[in-house]
């Protein structure tokens, strides 16, 4: 009679969650309940003025309502995701308070007597100007959390918080802005960008033979920022410079998107040469331990034919199925599920 050898896993006993944990998803079920029933006590008035009433300014007031509170509760369950999976904490602990405070002074604004004035237009550009600058510090924040080229990181969060200022003071000034301090904002927004498309860049896991691309991808970016802070500082109105300008720019693009696609055709020849390699493990038998090469799937000892069967799964992100192979760190990047 043959033997088959088994392996048994045994899963630990489940228990009830930790407190924090359940602290955590209360708030969390409250966050959305609140968002949920504000919509819809938004919506319900928004299509009640429309079908009953007459088209006022109470009406667009409303309306302007409603528009700003779904686009600031978007903003706000992006925040939330991303500080729920444990990415960029601070810069999106941060996010969240300033769409609060924004959401607070546009309402202020929307229902302050002088409808859709000067202020309202302020509040808007506000929170226009506070989710562009969100996203240009999302690459760098991602470099300082993965702890890797921390200088690179560090400044794009300095330069984009200035900028931030900067701009903020530009909206929210009683007199008209001063053109030396608009040229300098334009300028600090020019860099912020350029900084943000480098972290981008030397996160694109392009290989050795890409670095030349690279550079010159790297090259194209600054030397555009440099001639666009240069127009503006001086006010080049040439349009050879200009031509230039576009040209960079398009060289800038192409390059960036190039190197995207090295990695992509990268990361592809990985796995097709890792699927294509024969499944074969080198073990020891479990009864008489002769040392030996077998295919996986079933299989028997070549010594005492002791049958077992081998399996293979490629490890994957139990949330969003993704292939978890060759990453940098133990977190999925595209759910930010930790493994």
Not at 36 to 64: D, H, P, Q, R, W
Not at 264 to 292: F, H, I, Y
């Amino acid at each position: 009679m043959e033997e088959k050898a088994a392996v048994t896993f045994q899963s630990p006993a489940l228990g009830a969650a930790p407190d924090h944990l359940l602290a955590h998803l209360r708030l969390k079920r409250a966050f959305l309940r609140t968002l949920v029933i504000s919509l819809t006590t938004c919506a319900l008035v928004a299509v009640g003025a429309l079908l009953l009433g007459t088209f006022n300014e109470t009406t667009a007031k409303v309306l302007t309502t409603l528009g700003a509170l779904a686009v600031h509760s978007g903003a706000a369950m992006f925040c939330a995701g991303t500080l729920e999976h444990r990415r960029w904490p601070k810069l999106s602990a941060a996010g969240l308070i300033l769409f609060a405070v924004s959401f607070c002074v546009l309402i202020t604004c929307i229902w302050w007597p002088g409808w859709f004035d000067e202020p309202t237009i302020r509040a808007i550009l506000t929170f226009g100007t506070l989710a562009g600058f969100y996203i240009l510090a999302i690459p760098s924040a991602d470099l300082w959390e993965r702890r890797t080229r921390r200088v690179l990181a560090g400044a794009g969060l300095l330069v984009c918080a200035a900028a931030f200022l900067m701009v903020l003071a530009c909206i929210w000034a009683t007199v008209s802005c001063n053109v030396e301090f608009a040229k300098a904002t334009g300028i600090a927004i020019v860099i912020a960008f350029s900084v943000a498309h480098t972290s981008l860049l030397v996160r694109v896991p392009a290989g050795r033979g890409a670095d030349w691309l690279l550079m010159v991808a790297l090259g194209c970016v600054w030397l555009l920022a440099a001639m666009a802070s240069a127009s503006i500082a001086w006010g080049i109105d040439e349009e050879f410079w200009y031509r230039w300008l576009g040209a960079v720019g398009v060289l800038g693009a192409c390059s960036s998107f190039a190197l995207l696609i090295m990695a992509k055709l990268r990361q592809v020849g990985k796995v097709a040469n890792l699927q294509s390699a024969a499944a074969r493990v080198e073990l020891r038998c479990p009864r008489c331990t002769t040392l030996q090469t077998v295919d996986a799937g079933a299989a028997r000892c070549n010594a005492c034919g002791l049958k077992f069967r081998i399996e293979i799964e490629e490890p994957r992100c139990a949330k969003c199925d993704y292939l978890l192979w060759q990453l940098p760190q133990r977190r999925c990047p595209e759910c930010g599920t930790e493994f």
